[in-house]
């Protein structure tokens, strides 16, 4: 089975950085999602991870290590439309999203 | 183009009727996954269907059947309603990222359903 742990909330100040822990357990790994979900919208894509290592894109970079189960999601510069929910999801045989964490930027 | 879309985007049923819901991909995405997603928690995966044939299945009961036709649009049936299947039900369709090379899942808005 798999099972993915993220916080459930975090708050931040515009213009801060904030990191979003993610670890899992999963019987079978074909790479690390990051979606970004605003309140009442759907969830879209932020990045993808399948080795270790760092992938950036902009003012988000996301992190895994394979070897211990985890990843991490990076925003830098943040700004107030960043407040979101955060999901983490494994792809294995299908695609697992862990609980989300709600992201609250604050002026 | 068109993103994934959804019918009906709300809706309101009550205990023991049967719901279907309508999802549309992306042209040329010839994969759709259904998940449920609860107030508070991540998106469940209910099914995914490939070309006609489904490819992968959750831990929902058999009140939950879907099929995927022809065209590629999708359908996702729920009988037997009950007050827990009140949820905002995602369909998305997935295609390969070019940059980054994995498959990615774009998501519908979704169809919010109320169980009275």
């Known amino acids: 089975g798999q099972n993915i742990d993220q916080p459930t909330e975090m708050t931040a100040t515009e213009g801060a950085i904030v990191q979003i822990n993610c670890t899992y357990q999963t019987s079978g790994f074909n790479g690390l999602f990051w979606y970004q979900q605003h309140a009442g919208e759907a969830p879209t894509f932020l990045s993808y991870?399948?080795?270790?290592g760092l992938e950036e894109k902009g003012r988000f970079s996301s992190f895994l290590s394979r070897s211990k189960g985890y990843s991490y999601l990076l925003l830098k510069e943040l700004q107030m439309k960043d407040s979101a929910s955060y999901l983490c999801?494994?792809?294995?045989?299908?695609?697992?999203f862990g609980a989300g964490t709600i992201l609250r930027v604050k002026s | 183009d068109a993103g994934v879309t959804q019918s009906p985007t709300h809706l309101i049923k009550t205990r023991g009727q049967h719901v279907t819901l309508r999802c549309s991909p992306i042209?040329?995405?010839?994969?759709v996954s259904w998940y449920q997603q609860v107030l508070g928690q991540g998106p469940q995966f209910i099914f995914q269907?490939?070309?006609?044939?489904?490819?992968g299945r959750g831990n929902f009961p058999d009140r939950f059947s879907a099929r995927q036709f022809p065209n590629y649009s999708s359908e996702l049936n729920v009988n037997a309603l009950l007050l827990g299947d009140s949820a905002l039900y995602l369909c998305?369709?997935?295609?390969?990222?070019?940059?980054?090379?994995?498959?990615?899942?774009?998501f519908g808005a979704g169809s919010r359903l109320t169980v009275l």
């Open positions: 042209s040329g995405h010839k994969s």
């Open positions: 999801a494994v792809s294995g045989n299908k695609l697992v």
């Open positions: 991870n399948v080795l270790d």
């Open positions: 269907y490939y070309e006609k044939e489904e490819r």
């Open positions: 998305a369709s997935s295609n390969r990222d070019r940059v980054s090379g994995a498959n990615v899942l774009t």
